[in-house]
């Protein structure tokens, strides 16, 4: 896995003018059951791809913490809200909440979450690839193709599914 998630960017580079061009083109004209078609590509995808051998969204950049992420998870800590804001976020160049630093804080050494079920939201839908109107995110999921083997799948699926 980890070979594969090394060639990832080299490859979501060399794939990067024909995934333009196709979004640009899906979004001109999304095919009406564009929903059930990405549930299914993910559905598929997913089956097949074990998250926790791979881990390369925890590892290589992080989720946005939403107010309601931010107090969920302070609550989990036992933290007041700031105090969890202090050690664990900072705020990026579009006043959004993120992690200090990457890999994740809360990645264990086996790749799993250990605040699991009170992750971030984003973390959640991360690579958003079952998300309605998938056809809104496509400067997002350009991005996500070079850090997600599942996302640069799902894509590659959906070009051949969608002429
Ligand atoms: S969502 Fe994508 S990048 Fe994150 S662990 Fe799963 S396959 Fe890897
Ligand atoms: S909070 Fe959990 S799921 Fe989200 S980036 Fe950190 S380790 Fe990954």
Redesign the pocket.
Known sequence: MQDSINRLPKQAKDKHNENKKFFAKLKKKPPKNLDYIMQKLHDEEFERTDCLECAN??KTT??LFTDKDVDRIAKHFRLKTQQFIEQYLRVDEDNDYVLQGVP?T??GADNY?S??DV??KA?REFPHTDRRKFQQISNLTLKNVAICPAAFNIVEAMKEKIK
């Open positions: 969204c925890c992080g989720p994740c809360f990645l979450c605040i699991y992750r971030p973390c």
